[in-house]
């Protein structure tokens, strides 16, 4: 069995910040591809960061220089650093892995946890 349990989340001001941790169930070192997605009510499912298992990143542009993500592989945890907060990451967050098979890959999400950046 694999799981992906979120915490962290909250409700913090604007300029804010937050640490979103995600535990994996399986050593993160097997799994090729983990990450953070956000959706606010009535809008998609949005990426907001990937980290590699060779410690390759991908940022999307609306929260480069203030969001950071790393992998933390004694814990077996990936991790989002947020800082700088604004209204418009309120959201919940998912965590996401990604194995990749010589078949379908094996993608894997969390419950989804709740920021909320208000005033």
């Known amino acids: 069995q694999v799981q992906l349990v979120e915490s962290g989340g909250g409700l913090v001001q604007p300029g804010g910040s937050l640490r979103l941790s995600c535990a994996a169930s399986r050593s993160i070192s097997s799994i090729n591809v983990m990450g953070w997605y956000r959706q606010a009510p009535g809008k998609e499912r949005e990426l907001v960061a990937t980290?590699?298992?060779?410690?390759?990143?991908i940022y999307a542009d609306f929260v480069k220089g203030r969001f950071t993500i790393s992998r933390d592989s004694a814990k077996n945890t990936v991790d989002l650093q947020m800082n700088s907060l604004k209204p418009e990451d309120t959201a919940v967050y998912y965590c996401?892995?990604?194995?990749?098979?010589?078949?379908?890959?094996?993608?894997?999400w969390g419950q989804g946890i709740l920021v909320t950046v208000s005033s």
């Open positions: 996401n892995a990604v194995v990749w098979r010589a078949g379908p890959d094996l993608k894997l």
């Open positions: 980290i590699s298992s060779t410690s390759m990143t």
